[in-house]
C-alpha cells in the first residue's frame, strides 16, 4: 500500500460531434482488425488483496458486521463468472504484527523473539481454527470453490526483532544483509526458514502459495503501516518521497541467491520467489534489471512485480520491464489504487472510476505487456478508510460495489488463465482494443469507447473461430450487461459501441452457462 494520489489524464476526445435533439450524434464507423494468428504475451488473470485482516473484513468477523448472506454476495461479485468479476489472483499478507498498529495488524506465526537468529522458533499456527491467519485461509479457499484462483503471498516486513531499527515502521533493513548488521546477529536464514514455513502452512492447509515474496515497496518507508528497506536508502516517507535505489541490488541478490531462493528450494514445495513489489514501474525496473544480472539469481526467481503509483494513466509504457522479458519471466503489476474519497463512479474524472480503470488495464495489457494486473483491496472497512482503496465499499451493515469492480471483470470473466493476448489495432486512438484467445478456443474482443458520442466500429476477424459474439456492457447504467447476440459475417463483427463505455464480446462462449464453467489451467 502506498498512500498517494497519482495525476490522472483522460483520453483526448474528438471535438466534431453534431448536437441533435439534445444528444450527440454517433461518430463515423471506426475499423478494427484483429489477428489470432500474431500472439503477444500470455495472461495470468486479475485480481486483488485481502492483507490488513480485508479477508476478515469481508467473512463479517472484524470492524463494521455483515451477515453471512452479504458476504457470500461479495465473494460472488468478486469471483463468480455469472455474477461478479471472475477475479482469478489473490495476494495474500504474510503478517509480521507483534503489536497492533492502525490499519495494518496482520498477526505474525511467530510473534515473539526466540532469543537468537539460530535459536528454535516458536511459530503459532492452529491448523484447527477456522478463521487462523485473519481468515485468509478461508478466503483463499472459499475463491478456489469458485475455479482457477492463483495465490501469492507478500510479506511487508519482517518482525521487528529481525530489523536493524527494531521497529515495523518507518522502514529499517533485515539484519545481515549486506552494509546492515545488528547486535542481535545475522537473521538472513530465520528470515527465509520464516517464509518457507508460511508456504508450508498454506500447502498442508491444501492451498498451493505459486509465489512467494519478501518485502513490499521496499524503497518506500512508511511511518503508519508495516514496512521494510531493501537496496534504497531510509528516507521518512512523509510527502510521499521515496528512498534512492541501489541499481546494484547486492541485498536483494544476497537474500534470493544465498538464503530465500536455496530454503524455498529444499523445502519440496512449488513455491518460487516473487520480487520485488517496487512502488513504481520506473523502480520495478531498476530493481528487475540489478538482481537479473546474477545469473544464480535466475533458477531461484519465479515472478518480478510491480506497483501501479507515481505513473499517471497514460504514461505506462515503460512497464514492459525488458530484463524479466529477457529472463522469461512474467511480470505482474501487484498492487495499484487511489485515496481519493470512496466513489462507486463510472465516469466522473476520479482516478479509481471504473472509465479510469477500465483505461489503466487496456494500457497495461497492450502497452506494458503485463502478464497480470491486480487492484489493491478487494473490499475497505468505510470505518478505517472512506476511500478508494477497494473494489467494494463495507459500511456497517451497507455493501457498495464501485463500477471500477465490473471495468475488471469485462477483463477478468473473460480472459481466463492462461489466455493468449492477440494482435488488435484500431483506426480510432479513443478506440481502445485489446483482444485475448483462451485455451478453450474462445476468445474475448475487450472494446473501451473513450468517445463522448456512440461509436459504430467493424472488428475484421483473422484466425479467430465463431459464428456470433456476445457483448457484455458495462457504463453509467450497465454492470457486465449481456446484449443481444451480434453474428459474425463473412469475417467481420459490427456493433455500435455507446459513449464512454466498456464492452466485450464473448466468442465461443455461446452462453452464460459455459462463462461459468470454463477452466483453465492456471
Not at 513504481?280 to 528487475?288: G, K, L, R, Y
Amino acid at each position: 500500500m502506498l498512500k498517494r494520489v497519482v495525476s490522472s489524464i483522460g483520453c483526448g476526445v474528438v471535438t466534431t460531434m453534431i448536437a441533435l435533439s439534445g444528444r450527440l450524434s454517433t461518430f463515423a464507423e471506426s475499423t478494427v482488425k484483429v489477428d489470432g494468428s500474431v500472439t503477444h504475451q500470455v495472461i495470468d488473470g486479475f485480481g486483488a488483496s485481502d492483507a490488513f485482516q480485508i479477508g476478515s473484513a469481508i467473512r463479517g468477523t472484524q470492524g463494521d458486521t455483515i451477515s453471512a448472506d452479504q458476504s457470500k454476495q461479495i465473494i460472488d461479485l468478486l469471483f463468480s463468472t455469472t455474477k461478479g468479476a471472475g477475479l482469478t489472483i489473490i495476494r495474500n499478507e504474510i503478517g509480521s504484527q507483534t503489536t497492533g498498529i492502525p490499519g495494518d495488524n496482520q498477526p505474525s506465526i511467530e510473534p515473539d523473539n526466540p532469543g537468537s537468529p539460530t535459536a528454535q522458533p516458536k511459530y503459532e499456527w492452529d491448523a484447527n481454527d477456522d478463521h487462523v491467519d485473519s481468515d485468509q485461509v478461508w478466503f483463499s479457499k472459499t475463491a478456489m470453490s469458485y475455479g482457477p484462483i492463483t495465490i501469492i503471498a507478500d510479506a511487508w516486513s519482517a518482525p521487528a526483532y529481525m530489523k536493524t531499527n527494531g521497529s515495523l515502521q518507518n522502514g529499517g533493513y533485515l539484519c545481515g544483509v549486506p552494509n546492515q548488521s545488528c547486535p542481535s546477529g545475522d537473521w538472513r536464514q530465520a528470515y527465509a526458514n520464516y517464509l518457507t514455513q508460511y508456504a508450508r502452512f498454506y500447502y498442508d492447509a491444501g492451498i498451493d502459495i505459486a509465489y512467494i515474496g519478501y518485502i513490499n515497496e521496499p524503497d518506500y518507508a512508511p511511518a503508519t503501516y508495516t514496512g521494510m528497506n531493501f537496496d534504497a536508502t531510509n528516507m521518512p516517507s512523509s510527502n510521499g518521497k521515496r528512498g534512492s535505489v541501489d541499481p546494484a541490488m547486492p541485498q536483494n541478490i544476497d537474500f534470493i541467491k544465498n538464503f530465500l531462493g536455496p530454503t524455498l528450494a529444499k523445502s519440496g514445495l512449488k513455491t518460487k520467489v516473487l520480487c520485488c513489489d517496487a512502488t513504481s514501474w520506473a523502480n520495478a525496473d531498476v530493481f528487475a534489471s540489478g538482481i537479473l544480472a546474477d545469473t544464480d539469481v535466475k533458477k531461484y526467481l519465479g515472478l518480478v512485480s510491480g506497483h501501479g503509483y507515481y505513473t499517471s494513466p497514460n504514461g505506462r509504457a515503460s512497464m514492459l520491464i525488458k530484463a524479466a522479458a529477457n529472463a522469461g519471466l512474467h511480470v505482474w503489476e501487484t498492487e495499484a489504487s487511489s485515496f481519493d474519497k470512496f466513489s462507486a463512479a463510472w465516469d466522473d474524472q476520479s482516478e479509481s472510476s471504473g472509465f479510469q480503470e477500465g483505461q489503466k488495464l487496456w494500457e497495461a495489457l497492450t502497452q506494458g505487456n503485463a502478464n497480470a494486473y491486480l487492484y489493491w483491496w478487494f473490499a475497505a472497512l468505510n470505518q478505517n478508510n472512506p476511500d478508494n482503496e477497494g473494489f467494494i465499499n463495507i459500511d456497517g451493515n451497507k455493501v457498495t460495489v464501485a463500477k471500477r469492480l465490473w471495468a475488471f471483470g469485462n477483463y477478468s470473466r473473460f480472459i481466463r488463465p492462461s489466455a493468449t493476448r492477440i494482435d488488435a489495432t484500431s483506426s480510432d486512438r479513443n478506440i481502445m482494443i485489446s483482444a485475448f484467445k483462451n485455451t478453450d478456443g474462445s476468445s474475448a474482443i475487450v472494446v473501451l469507447n473513450g468517445n463522448k458520442a456512440d461509436t459504430p466500429i467493424s472488428i475484421s476477424l483473422q484466425n479467430v473461430t465463431g459464428t456470433t459474439a456476445t457483448p457484455y456492457l458495462t457504463n453509467d447504467s450497465n454492470d457486465l450487461a449481456a446484449q443481444s447476440p451480434v453474428s459474425i459475417s463473412a469475417g467481420t463483427l459490427s456493433m455500435t459501441i455507446p459513449g464512454r463505455s466498456l464492452v466485450t464480446f464473448a466468442i465461443g462462449f455461446n452462453s452464460a452457462t459455459e462463462v461459468a464453467t470454463m477452466r483453465s489451467t492456471p
